[in-house]
């Protein structure tokens, strides 16, 4: 009867063994070898909007945090001093074109004037014409440019997306190619996590993703669309010709993380797409990704 008690003990404590080795076995796995992180960003790519052109803002069309269309006005930079100029363009144009008009009538005049007409009036008469043509031609280009000017005096949105931390007021002085409103392309945006080395075996492009917003209970799926080539060697210094590698111990190995791009499939109706939110990814191996298949 000791015999039998100390035999099932004996069987119990094996059970519970054996569990807590396949467990541990299971979950070792999970951690260090199945293709998921919880290190991983909602990102999308913020435009710069910047003026072509210079002066004062006159007015601002839009408000922090709003959704707008591409070719939607932002803001405009005052628009009398190119009106202006663009008036003067146009006079120019105007006085060139009548200098161009008089000496075709002229040239005209000396060729219909025949033999008395001297050889050096009939080249003059041509001369003033081509020049009077170029004139005309440089006048035209200012006055494109002009109006190119004052149409670049609305700034436009170049993509969809969302105004973000607008400071921009009227009576502000902006200068061209200088940014001043931040745009975050609504079309742009992926999730980015960034995976140890040791698990990019197991990830392939196209592969199913299933991803989990920090602080929402919505699942969102996406597939790999692309893996980094390349990550900052950060233990290169410069100054030498030559790679100076600070030494590593071969027990103390820390696996390097790599980005890896997610695009987003299908997300949820209410889910909020806030660039830089926190997310823990999982990458869905391809029998993985059929099984589930199969089981929805």
């Given at each position: 009867m000791n015999a039998l008690k100390l035999i099932g003990r004996v069987a119990v404590t094996l059970i519970f063994v054996v569990a807590a080795v396949y467990v541990g076995r299971q979950l070792w796995g999970h951690y260090?070898?199945?293709?998921?992180t919880r290190d991983a960003r909602l990102r999308a790519d913020v435009v710069g909007i910047a003026p072509d052109v210079s002066g004062?803002?006159?007015?601002?069309?839009?408000?922090d945090n709003q959704a707008v269309k591409k070719g939607d006005v932002l803001f405009?930079?005052?628009?009398?001093?190119?009106?202006?100029?663009?008036?003067?363009?146009?006079?120019?144009?105007?006085?060139?074109?009548?200098?161009?008009?008089?000496?075709?009538?002229?040239?005209?005049?000396?060729?219909?004037?025949?033999d008395a007409a001297s050889l050096q009036q009939k080249e003059q008469a041509q001369t003033t014409e081509q020049q009077d043509e170029a004139a005309v031609r440089q006048a035209t280009a200012n006055r494109e440019l002009t109006q190119?000017?004052?149409?670049?005096?609305?700034?436009?949105?170049?993509?969809?997306?969302?105004?973000?931390?607008?400071?921009?007021?009227?009576?502000?002085?902006?200068?061209?190619?200088?940014?001043?409103v931040a745009l975050i392309d609504s079309d742009s945006l992926r999730v980015e996590g960034y995976f140890e080395e040791t698990k990019l075996p197991r990830i392939h492009v196209g592969?199913?993703?299933?991803?989990?917003?920090?602080?929402?209970?919505?699942?969102?799926?996406?597939?790999?669309?692309?893996?980094?080539?390349?990550?900052?060697?950060?233990?290169?210094?410069?100054?030498?010709?030559?790679?100076?590698?600070?030494?590593?111990?071969?027990?103390?190995?820390?696996?390097?993380?790599?980005?890896?791009?997610i695009?987003?499939?299908?997300?949820?109706?209410?889910?909020?797409?806030?660039?830089?939110?926190?997310?823990?990814?999982?990458?869905?191996?391809q029998g993985q990704a059929k099984i589930a298949s199969a089981a929805e």
């Open positions: 260090m070898d199945e293709p998921w004062l803002v006159s007015e601002v069309l839009v408000k405009r930079v005052d628009r009398d001093r190119f009106a202006i100029a663009l008036e003067q363009a146009d006079a120019a144009l105007a006085s060139s074109q009548a200098a161009l008009d008089q000496a075709r009538r002229e040239s005209q005049r000396q060729a219909r004037l025949g190119l000017n004052l149409d670049r005096s609305e700034v436009r949105a170049t993509v969809n997306g969302t105004i973000s931390n607008l400071s921009l007021r009227p009576g502000d002085y902006v200068s061209a190619g200088t940014a001043k592969d199913e993703v299933h991803i989990h917003l920090m602080g929402q209970a919505e699942k969102l799926t996406g597939h790999v669309e692309s893996i980094a080539y390349g990550i900052e060697d950060r233990e290169r210094t410069s100054g030498s010709l030559l790679a100076n590698i600070t030494p590593t111990f071969s027990w103390v190995r820390l696996a390097q993380r790599v980005p890896v791009r695009a987003l499939d299908k997300v949820p109706d209410g889910t909020k797409l806030i660039a830089g939110l926190t997310a823990t990814v999982e990458v869905q191996e």
